[in-house]
């Protein structure tokens, strides 16, 4: 039997406001445990929650991105359950009224098909505090006691929940990364699923082939990256197909990714279904943001990276697949518009940011000392034939460790290319004077052996001759 | 006979100590000689703070003698029931979840009244987190009625409104949910106002129901509850429903009269229930307010009757989320013993820190929100408030104050309606309206009856109206001129 | 007519344990006051807006500027137990909710 999977993503976005949501505590990653609480984050009897503009501004900045509608009257609503890392045992959360309705995201596919996903909604919450298993091996299921940290308890949380439009882990993947990029575009967030300011959960389900109907979802928890995302859908869709095939019926439940294991497990859940018992927020009065308010925020919104991709194929002429590469790295993208800016060719200038550039960045981990400006000075160099690529990619190795520019480090480490037609032409005289039973071979239509006459050419110029124009040199004379 | 200088209203005691004929530290050491005399038979209170208090009063003479400007708050004694947050100062909500509880800051509510130069002199006992109307709920002691000290002081502010009454406090804060101020205030024979909701910052008040609570004064005279009322009251940036509006003078026009106010009684609130003591006081009080001018009507609040029952399904919903945080975790009692997991020690320290009063309230709350009740109790409630809301905007359009009783009954006798929550419950029918509207509303004495038990009248006005209130209120105590006292205290020390 | 209320999964809800005895008498006492409670059902409210808060207000907000935290024994100054410088609790088992 073939069976469709019908994925949705719920996504957890953790806002880098400078206050938290509902209290000013400093909003900081890593402080020591409980030196960024307060008597409201901490839940004590008697606070009162206050909503953060700026994370409003911005949960409104990503709902326009993600062309939501804003809704012009939205409440807070309290879910209620207990849990120690819970200060209140319950959480300020959106329920009927979310700030963001519907919307969605365009993705692109390896094999450069584009599909649209949906956004059923986009809502405001708040973070809880962090446990910590102790007394075991540090997993939860062998602990004698937890820990409590509240440094996290209070932080802006925008939910992003997809619609199930999604089929395959591929799709999933591609809408995290390009969500992703959406969101570091607006700088909103460090959208670093490392440090959990991203987290996402995936919905999962199966059905007949051409079937209308939804099957029985499960979900997925615990993914910590991309990659991570891909391997637990397909392990799960795997799941999934051998339980059906064999007649048997998929639990509802919450399953939990385990890395190390590459597979899910049931979190033994108790049975009771979870009763929220969602009530509107008394403490928080409505939001009716101002559409003025909402305009200025849209007339904020940066170039989205679909935007920018267009831009890049469209205006600048290079390939999708490039773009794409381009655009998804923040930091790579603003190394390639900027040596664009310094007058480099794009294309050639895409090539070398999202290829040699790009090895650097990622084994560095930064961009090291290189500037846009390194980057524009080999195109030319190149376009100019003053170096090869083998010497440019030396010559860059050279920059990014030393910021030194490219043409100093060319003449210090000796990698001028010779292109001077004179000198050159000279040595191919030579080189057709010393090889004349290839030559005949040439003449005889062995056009193949002209690479060896190159390789000559080479040698006697010390591998400082353009390749390129040896060879025209030397064509000229044998076909003259 | 000299008065002594706890039983003088705030007012005259600001005059005293403006005029350098009493100090601070006289006025709290005379608050503490009363509280001395009585409270082993009141039992308001369930923190003194007297080395506190007597820091301040000497820091306050220190300043008062250099002439500088004197707020009327400054020096005044002064008691805070047991659900406002004091830094540094245990603060229980009457409950066992809360007993070794230190808040690490000040309520708003406190901190105005303590930057004005109000002198804590405890926190009072209370229904255990504000829930009741007898006292008798409080998880450590029942306070006693000062007038009679067999029966009840009325709740959930027993303490604070017992504690005015005898003269251990000269003001007191208290919070009026469904009528935890006006009640006592009835029973205990003093002024209770419950100001609009939203006038008084919420911030450090222990939530109950979060948009019923409202913090409420007790005093002995109308002046000295709008002398409290102009410094407790405005806008705070912690609390978002605080309103921002302007406060106006509620000193300056107490003196207006009621020439020509337009008083609307409230029909059915001489109904069945309420006792015949009360229905002859609060009667005679109105003719008293007709004597002096004002002409009086009938009103209907056509939904009055389904008031009590929407208050029991909004406060008990609000309660069980607000309540949801004692759990162990972070403060307060953490039950003993080993257990098997957090969530077992979560339903053990419940189960033991909560009073059965509060279990009830959360059960019910809980219930009424789960799954597939919400439409039809917390959701059909707040559409009956509506309804309440729209029947006093009517009631207004033709009135500019309401009048009935406050309460159906004098002080009941300790443990005669502990048994029965209905019957309990029935104690808040002419309170809970105002709590569902926001309006303001206040009590104050309209006599005694047969018994000696103090009776109330309440006057009710339209929002933000407290000037009106306030006028209306302070003309008929003037007219009534009652100067009450209850027997436990002439003589005392 | 009196409501029958599962006063074992409500008190499972709201995280209470409850004795047999406060079973059986919250079961009586709650079927009561819900009867009482449940009148609200009587009113015609079908085109009534519900009331969230007495005296509305919208678009309250705060700026997004840091106030001082509490210190981090002021924080953990009521902790039932501590560990260093967390809040400690007996293990936190596999769900929430």
């Known amino acids: 039997m073939a069976y469709e999977a019908v994925i949705g993503l719920e996504c957890h976005v953790e806002l880098s406001t400078a206050t938290k949501m509902f209290c000013a505590c400093a909003n900081v990653f890593g402080a020591p445990p409980n030196t960024q609480t307060c008597p409201v984050c901490l839940g004590h009897p008697g606070t009162l929650p206050v909503p953060n503009r700026e994370a409003i501004a911005r949960i409104i900045k990503i709902g326009l991105a993600l062309d939501s509608a804003i809704a012009p009257h939205s409440l807070f609503h309290r879910k209620n359950y207990f849990y120690p890392d819970m200060p209140k045992n319950y959480q300020i959360s959106q329920y009927d009224l979310p700030i963001c309705v519907g919307g969605h995201l365009d993705i692109e596919l390896a094999d450069g098909s584009a599909k649209r996903v949906g956004i059923t909604r986009v809502h405001m919450e708040e973070d809880t505090g962090k446990s910590t298993h102790g007394g075991g091996s540090g997993r939860i299921h062998d602990a004698t006691y937890a820990t409590l940290d509240f440094n996290r308890a209070g932080v802006p949380l925008v939910e992003c929940v997809s619609e199930p439009d999604m089929r395959t882990p591929e799709e999933a993947a591609a809408y995290l990364r390009e969500l992703r990029a959406t969101l570091e575009s607006l700088d909103v967030s460090d959208v670093k699923m490392e440090e959990g300011s991203l987290r996402c959960d995936a919905n999962v389900s199966l059905r007949p082939a051409g079937a209308e109907t939804l099957g029985t979802k499960v979900e997925i928890k615990n993914m910590n990256s991309i990659r991570s995302l891909e391997r637990a859908l397909a392990f799960e869709i795997e799941r999934q197909t051998k339980t059906l095939d064999a007649d048997d019926p998929i639990v509802q439940e919450t399953r939990h990714w385990d890395e190390d294991a590459g597979s899910t497990a049931s979190m033994r859940s108790k049975e009771e279904a979870f009763d929220y018992r969602y009530f509107p927020e008394p403490d928080i009065p409505a939001m009716e943001p101002d559409p003025a308010w909402v305009d200025e925020v849209r007339a904020s919104l940066p170039e989205l990276p679909r935007a920018r991709r267009d831009r890049y194929v469209d205006t600048l002429g290079l390939k999708p697949e490039v773009a794409r590469v381009l655009v998804a790295d923040r930091g790579a993208s603003a190394l390639f518009e900027d040596a664009v800016a310094l007058d480099a060719e794009p294309v050639a200038a895409a090539n070398w940011v999202t290829q040699d550039v790009a090895a650097l960045r990622n084994a560095a981990g930064d961009n090291g000392a290189l500037t846009p400006q390194h980057v524009a000075d080999v195109v030319t160099l190149i376009s100019a034939g003053a170096v090869s690529n083998a010497g440019a990619k030396q010559a860059l190795d050279a920059s990014f460790a030393s910021g030194e520019p490219v043409e100093a480090a060319i003449d210090r480490l000796g990698l001028r290319q010779v292109s001077d037609t004179g000198a050159l032409g000279a040595l191919a005289d030579e080189v057709l004077a010393e090889n004349p039973d290839v030559v005949q071979k040439f003449r005889d239509g062995k056009e193949g052996v002209i690479g060896f006459l190159v390789g000559q050419l080479m040698q006697k110029a010390a591998g400082a001759a353009n390749p390129k124009v040896a060879q025209e040199l030397l064509r000229e004379r044998l076909q003259g | ?493 | 007519m009196p409501v029958e209320i599962d006063i074992e999964h409500v008190a499972k809800l709201a995280r209470l344990d409850l004795s047999d005895e406060e079973i059986a008498r919250l079961r009586t006492q709650l079927a009561q006051i819900l009867e009482h409670a449940a009148r609200v059902g009587e009113v015609a409210a079908a085109d009534v807006a519900p009331t969230a808060s007495p005296i509305p207000r919208a678009n309250v907000y705060r700026d997004d500027v840091p106030e001082p935290c509490l210190p981090v024994d002021e924080a953990l100054r009521n902790a039932p137990e501590r560990d260093g410088d967390r809040f400690r609790v007996p293990r936190i088992a596999e769900t929430g909710a």
């Open chain 2, 1 to 493: 006979m000299s008065e002594a200088l706890c039983d003088l209203t705030g007012a005259e005691l600001s005059a005293r100590l403006g005029a350098g004929e009493a100090s601070a530290s006289e006025v709290l050491a005379s608050s503490h000689a009363r509280i001395d005399a009585v409270e082993d038979r009141v039992g308001a209170f369930l923190t003194r703070t007297d080395q506190l208090a007597s820091e301040r009063a000497e820091e306050l003479d220190v300043y008062l003698s250099t002439g500088a400007p004197q707020s009327p708050v400054a020096g005044i004694p002064v008691a805070l029931k047991d659900v406002f947050t004091t830094n540094g100062v245990r603060t229980t909500c009457g409950s066992r979840i809360l007993e070794t509880y230190v808040p690490p800051y000040d309520a708003t509510a406190w901190a105005r009244l303590a930057g004005a130069g109000a002198v804590l002199v405890g926190k009072t006992n209370c229904d255990e987190f504000a829930m009741g109307s007898s006292n008798e709920n409080s998880a450590y002691a029942p306070v006693h009625n000062p007038w009679a000290l067999d029966r009840v002081p009325g709740g959930s502010s027993g303490g604070s409104a017992a504690a005015v009454a005898a003269g251990e406090a000269v003001w007191a804060l208290g919070t009026d949910t469904g009528g935890s101020v006006r009640q006592p205030a009835s029973l205990c024979g003093v002024v209770g106002l419950k100001p609009t909701y939203g006038r008084i910052s919420r911030y450090g008040l222990i939530a109950f129901a979060s948009s019923l609570d409202t913090v409420g004064t007790f005093t002995r005279t109308v002046r000295d509850a709008a002398s409290m009322l102009q410094v407790l009251a405005g806008h705070d940036p912690r609390d978002a429903t605080s309103l921002d509006v302007a406060v106006p003078s509620y000193t300056d026009g107490l003196d207006g009269g009621v020439a020509g106010l337009r008083v609307g009684v409230v029909t059915d609130a001489f109904g069945e229930g309420v006792a015949p003591g009360v229905a002859t006081s609060v009667r005679a009080a109105i003719d008293r307010l007709a004597g002096r001018g004002a002409e009086i009507g009938e009103v209907a609040l056509p939904h009055a009757g389904y008031a009590l029952s929407a208050y029991y399904l909004i406060a008990p919903s609000e309660c069980s989320s607000n309540l949801a945080r004692y759990d162990g975790v972070r403060y307060g009692y953490r039950a003993p013993g080993e257990h098997a997991d957090s969530i077992e020690m979560m339903f053990a320290t419940r189960g033991q820190g909560f009073g059965p009063e509060v279990k009830r309230r959360i059960m019910l709350g809980t219930y009424a929100l789960s799954a597939g009740y919400y439409e039809a109790y917390y959701g059909q409630a707040q559409k009956v408030r509506t309804l309440v809301i729209r029947d006093y905007e009517a009631a207004f359009e033709r009135f500019d104050i309401l009048v009935s009783p406050t309460s159906p009954t004098t002080a009941f006798r300790i443990g005669e309606k502990a048994d029965d929550p209905m019957a309990m419950y029935l104690n808040d029918i002419f309170t809970i309206p105002a709590n569902l509207a926001g309006v303001p509303a206040i009590s104050i004495p309209s006599g005694l009856d047969d018994d000696g038990l103090p009776v109330g009248v309440q006057l009710t006005a339209p929002a933000l109206d407290e000037p009106t209130l306030f006028r209306a209120a302070h003309a008929l105590e003037s007219e009534l001129a009652l100067a009450l006292r209850p027997p436990l205290v002439l003589g005392a020390g």
